[in-house]
């Protein structure tokens, strides 16, 4: 949202975003308070200008403005230096703006409903393959919250956020996939008391669990081992962490 705001400033009211405009001000207002200049002037002249521009811009159409900041922004929302067709069908993408969040569509909307947000990799979902165990379409999608896995049907079937370790534009396969939707994973046993030792991925990243305490794992939950996990669990903050957990819990 603020690109679109910066470019919608940087078009139509372009002398007030300008360096020199500031430092302009600034002489002026100095002047003001050394008494050489009367602020009732400086703001009257200012104000004339400015509401001429406010009331011009208020008279414009929205979907001109988003054309032209498409037009001034084209690399940041399209990734190339022209407006791109749409993937679907001869329109042209668009910028649109909902509910504060920019996202991109075809020109010929509603006849083509292609659409995409704005910090999306990908012009279409992309279809990984079927899941061999359920039978299910796996596809990875973007939505509000990012990057996420869906098996099946929209509504009907599982959806798996996509952990930034693993979306576009780093490649994933079903494999992965499959194993991402099975996590949480036990990697083992603790030796000293059998309790379970999980590894998983959350929102800042990896992690292993071990005693209700969560600890950061600097590796893809995947590729660890029990005596990895072990070893962190052995550091001496973390084994801090873990007693100050369970000391807590028994308290309550």
């Not at 999306?120 to 979902?125: A, G, H, R, V």
Request: hydrophobic share 35%.
């Amino acid at each position: 949202l603020g690109w679109v705001v910066s470019a919608f400033l940087k078009n139509h009211f372009s002398l007030y975003v300008q360096d020199e405009f500031t430092s302009e001000m600034e002489n002026k207002l100095d002047l003001v308070s050394k008494g050489e200049k009367d602020w009732k002037e400086l703001l009257e002249d200012f104000w004339k200008d400015f509401q001429a521009k406010v009331n011009e811009a208020y008279n414009l159409d929205v979907k001109d403005i988003l054309k032209e900041i498409s037009n001034t922004y084209q690399q940041h929302f399209f990734k190339q230096d022209k407006v791109p067709k749409c993937p679907k069908c001869d329109g042209m993408q668009e910028l649109r703006i909902s509910k504060g969040n920019g996202f991109l569509c075809c020109s010929n909307y509603p006849a083509c409903n292609w659409n995409k947000s704005i910090d999306s990799e990908l012009d279409q979902n992309v279809i990984l393959g079927t899941d061999p165990n359920s039978g299910d379409e796996v596809l990875i999608k973007h939505g509000p919250y990012g990057y996420y896995l869906q098996w099946g049907a929209a509504e009907v079937k599982a959806r798996v956020l996509l952990p930034a370790m693993f979306a576009p534009p780093h490649n994933i396969t079903i494999e992965e996939a499959i194993k991402i939707r099975n996590l949480p994973i036990i990697v083992g046993r603790h030796p000293d008391n059998g309790e379970d030792i999980k590894v998983g991925i959350g929102r800042f990243g990896p992690w292993i669990l071990y005693k209700n305490t969560y600890v950061s794992l600097k590796k893809s939950p995947f590729d660890v081992t029990l005596e990895e996990c072990l070893d962190i669990l052995n550091v001496t903050r973390n084994q801090k962490k873990i007693e100050k957990k369970n000391s807590e819990k028994k308290d309550k």
